[in-house]
């Protein structure tokens, strides 16, 4: 995390200086990078007057490009928080594993957040191989592990703009009160 440039408030000149606050967000498709997105500017409205927030999004069909896939992990490696968002079917992908193992060992994220929006259609939740395998990623990397709340709506169709919008808040109401317990980590170094 690093300080920006003093700002001035709207107040006289007041000057505040906030910290940057930087997320990387790797998702499967469009529908999980705006479920993606709906946490972080969830995060953002909870945050925004204690950080700088700054995101990049890498979706997962760009990381096949190796040039993409340094430029992603050099993001994430530097990156404050990091987001995965999926649907929850089958593996991740051999790209984004290769992301993964790039900044895995460098980064100094606080903490990594796996979004799922339906579990395996036909399996049961203990089935699915993405949030073990990001959980032992976020140990080996020492940072913390959220997963998403283990809410599922019935069926597919019944998947709303709103239960999005519901699980996005949800999600970053947890994330904000550890991002607010932990912002004066050493490991950021932060001089309070």
């Not at 040039?67 to 990156?79: G, P, Q």
């Not at 993405?130 to 597919?156: C, G, N, S």
């Amino acid at each position: 995390m690093e300080i920006t440039t003093a700002q001035t408030t709207g107040r006289g000149n007041h000057i505040q200086e906030k910290q940057i606050f930087s997320v990387v967000i790797a998702y499967e498709d469009f529908s999980a990078g705006k479920h993606a997105k709906q946490t972080y500017d969830c995060l953002v409205r909870h945050l925004g007057g204690d950080f700088e927030f700054e995101n990049q999004m890498w979706k997962f069909d760009v990381l096949e490009n190796a040039k993409l896939n340094e430029m992603a992990a050099k993001d994430a490696s530097t990156a404050d928080l990091i987001i995965v968002s999926t649907h929850g079917v089958g593996d991740l992908p051999r790209e984004v594993k290769q992301w993964i193992d790039q900044w895995m060992r460098h980064t100094s994220a606080m903490a990594l957040v796996t979004l799922v929006d339906r579990p395996p259609h036909g399996r049961h939740r203990e089935e699915d191989i993405v949030r073990p395998y990001l959980e032992r990623v976020a140990r080996k990397a020492r940072m913390d592990f959220f997963a998403q709340p283990d809410e599922w709506p019935d069926r597919e169709d019944d998947y709303s703009l709103q239960q999005f919008s519901d699980r996005a808040q949800r999600t970053s109401t947890l994330m904000a009160t550890f991002i607010h317990q932990h912002a004066s980590a050493p490991r950021w170094g932060i001089a309070q």
